[in-house]
């Protein structure tokens, strides 16, 4: 999902999104939401852009992109594979399906296969403990998921 959008329908959107939320209550994480439904992720160049509005350093607008975990620094894959790391899933094999599925993509996690189809990301809970290890893909959840069904599960989404 390689989406390019030009510097000047970055910085009218962007705009757009922050006069739509500026009024709430703190404000920012609910920008970086809409953003990144907008775009795919979270642009270097609207940063600035939302630091001003909101009178933050772009400093302070980066740190909170980079901490939380949900927003991209690039356009994600046509797919979004999660993966729960949380204690629970690591305890019935979490850590053993996330090299699965990075041996099975070819990548790391944070990362997007060469050909855009799938995009990998670790997740701290699904919600999903009795049924662990759990994934999401493409926002539907799945328990008890072992090497084999992952690899299902991915051939049915890379086909």
Do not use: W
């Not at 939380?68 to 399906?97: F, I, T, W």
């Not at 009795?130 to 049915?156: F, K, Q, S, T, Y």
Request: some cysteine; overall charge negative.
């Amino acid at each position: 999902m390689n989406m390019r959008f030009s510097g000047d329908d970055l910085s009218s959107r962007t705009l757009s999104i922050i006069d739509d939320l500026k009024h709430l209550e703190g404000p920012l994480l609910p920008i970086l939401h809409a953003v990144q439904d907008a775009f795919g992720y979270v642009p270097d160049e609207v940063k600035p852009i939302i630091a001003q509005a909101l009178n933050l350093s772009r400093a302070e607008v980066h740190g909170v992109v980079s901490f939380y975990h949900d927003y991209r620094h690039q356009p994600a894959g046509r797919h979004v594979l999660k993966l729960c790391l949380a204690e629970a899933c690591q305890s019935m094999g979490g850590n053993e399906l996330a090299d699965s599925a990075k041996r099975l993509l070819g990548i790391d996690m944070h990362a997007t296969t060469a050909d855009g189809s799938v995009t990998l990301e670790p997740v701290y809970c699904l919600g999903l403990c009795a049924c662990a290890p759990a994934a999401m893909l493409d926002g539907e959840v799945h328990g008890r998921v072992d090497a084999n069904r992952l690899a299902g599960l991915l051939a049915e989404v890379r086909r």
